[in-house]
Structures are given as structure tokens and as C-alpha cells.
């Protein structure tokens, strides 16, 4: 599976953009799959944002975006998507999407396939 996040860029302070992540290869079971967003800024490690299950009934935030952000996936087209809204500085970072293979949907550990990563700068 080669998942490919796109739709970063630099926003102000108040913002929004909208990631999109889209699912290539062995994507029989992209629609059996939980999957993630995470993001590691500078220095830091990477962190958990937001996961949704297979059949986006359910779906999980950080308590730093929670409200702010929104998690998606359309299966037949074999998309995952987080809206971000109202962005902050410290929103800033490199934003990556992964399937999630059992476990904690909160552990990076845990997905065993990542996409390459897009950046988003917010300013101040």
C-alpha cells in the first residue's frame, strides 16, 4: 500500500486547509482499515492528530485539535481527508497519514504503512 498525503501549505493564523490522503497499491483493505493522521514539528516527535475506523462511524482526536479539526474518508475512492480549521502557530508541523494495523489508534507503532508527509506552516 502507498498512501500520498497532499494539500499542505502556509496559511495565517485563523485558517484553514484541507489534507487530503489517497491510497494506492494493495488497497483491497483500505476500507477495513482504521486510519491515522500524525504530525511531527521541529525537534519534536510525531504525534497523534486524529484517527477514523473503517467505516468512519467513529473517530479520535488530540485534545489540542479537537473541535478545530475534522477527519474523513471516502472508501470508494480510497481517500482519507482532515479538514483544519481555525489553525494556530503551533499547528505548524509535517503533517503524515498511515493505516492503522491493530492496537492503540494513539500510537504511531501501531500503523504500519505512512504516507511521505506534507508540510503546513501557520503564521502568526
Known amino acids: 500500500v502507498q498512501l500520498q498525503a497532499s494539500g499542505g501549505g502556509v496559511v495565517q493564523a485563523g485558517g484553514s486547509l484541507r489534507l487530503s490522503c489517497a491510497a494506492s497499491?494493495?488497497?483491497?483493505?483500505?476500507?477495513?482499515?482504521?486510519m491515522g493522521w500524525f504530525r511531527q514539528a521541529p525537534g519534536k516527535e510525531r504525534e497523534f492528530v486524529a484517527a477514523?475506523?473503517?467505516?468512519?462511524?467513529?473517530?479520535y482526536y488530540a485534545g489540542s485539535v479537537k473541535g478545530r479539526f475534522t477527519i474523513s474518508r471516502d472508501n470508494a475512492k480510497k481517500m482519507a481527508y482532515l479538514q483544519m480549521n481555525s489553525l494556530k502557530p503551533e499547528d505548524t508541523a509535517v503533517y503524515y497519514c498511515?493505516?492503522?494495523?491493530?492496537?492503540?489508534?494513539?500510537?504511531?507503532?501501531?500503523?504500519?504503512?505512512w504516507g511521505q508527509g506534507t508540510q503546513v506552516t501557520v503564521s502568526s
Open positions: 497499491g494493495r488497497t483491497v483493505t483500505f476500507s477495513s482499515h482504521v
Open positions: 498511515a493505516q492503522h494495523n491493530g492496537g492503540s489508534y494513539y500510537f504511531r507503532t501501531e500503523y504500519d504503512y
Open positions: 477514523i475506523t473503517w467505516s468512519g462511524g467513529s473517530t
